[in-house]
């Protein structure tokens, strides 16, 4: 489906099977024209269980082609993040954070987790590379949403995420509730009639009850994907928000340290 090469990456479209040549230039040139506050370099990211060899020339390649997207980044009204690298091995996170950080860059972000390692090496990773990042620049945890696993990149010190968690769950007839999920396909919601979350504000649940949801489900509706797809987001909207408040209250830890526990499954 792919071959990576120094210069870029050709791959055969899902959609019409044509070869896309993207290169990091024709990366950024999509992101700018699409005009996002904040676009992203072109990177190398392996897979969880690739080798250290795998690993380390993904991590070179990936630095190489972010001196590309800034030499091609055209617009001063958008913020150039770089992607640090390195799989498992926190040496590889160390130098690649040392080389990023020399090219004084808005933002930087933990790239290479949720890809399939395990819960524990996520935390080792990130636990281990946010504090190497400056304080003073943004740091992005790419493809990270659980509560626990917000929290505690939080309190290593992530101030951004971004997740397919809430639409993926929505896809698939769950919700999150209270950082707990509700598969709304089962049959113990079928006369359900409260919300979702009696305290979430969202159009959801401040129109539609469980009931109905399973309803929607059962008959697929494209609408229960929606409804439950926009409480999961506003969800961890408002999860974020009330750690914003303890952080600024300084109760961060009394009021979430539950999450900060590594979980018995995990």
């Not at 999150?176 to 049959?187: E, M, P, S, Y």
């Not at 797809?229 to 909207?237: D, F, G, K, M």
Request: a negative charge; aromatic letters at 8%.
């Amino acid at each position: 489906m792919r071959k990576i090469s120094e210069d870029g990456v050709i791959f055969r479209s899902p959609k019409d099977g044509r070869l896309i040549d993207m290169t990091p230039e024709r990366s950024i040139q999509i992101q700018n024209a699409l005009g996002a506050d904040v676009i992203m370099a072109f990177d190398e990211c392996p897979p969880g269980d690739a080798g250290r060899d795998a690993v380390k020339a993904a991590t070179d390649r990936t630095y190489r082609w972010l001196e590309r997207c800034i030499a091609a980044h055209e617009r001063d009204d958008q913020a150039l993040f770089g992607i640090v690298q390195g799989g498992i091995f926190l040496d590889l996170r160390s130098q690649a954070v040392a080389d990023l950080t020399m090219l004084d860059l808005p933002g930087y972000a933990i790239g290479g987790v949720s890809v399939g390692e395990s819960p524990e090496n996520i935390r080792m990773v990130v636990q281990h590379t946010a504090p190497l990042l400056p304080r003073e620049k943004i740091r992005y945890l790419m493809g990270v949403g659980t509560y626990r696993e917000m929290a505690q990149a939080i309190a290593a010190g992530i101030d951004v995420f971004d997740c397919v968690i809430p639409t993926r769950l929505g896809r698939h007839g769950a919700a999150l509730v209270k950082g707990d999920r509700l598969n709304l396909k089962n049959a113990q919601f079928k006369e359900d009639f409260s919300p979702l979350d009696e305290d979430c504000p969202c159009y959801t649940c401040q129109n539609f009850s469980r009931a109905y949801l399973n309803h929607l489900i059962k008959a697929k509706e494209m609408l229960a994907y929606m409804l439950l797809s926009l409480h999961n987001v506003t969800e961890l909207i408002n999860f974020t928000v009330q750690i914003r408040a303890s952080i600024l209250g300084d109760r961060f830890v009394e009021d979430f340290g539950d999450w900060l526990e590594a979980a018995a499954d995990q």
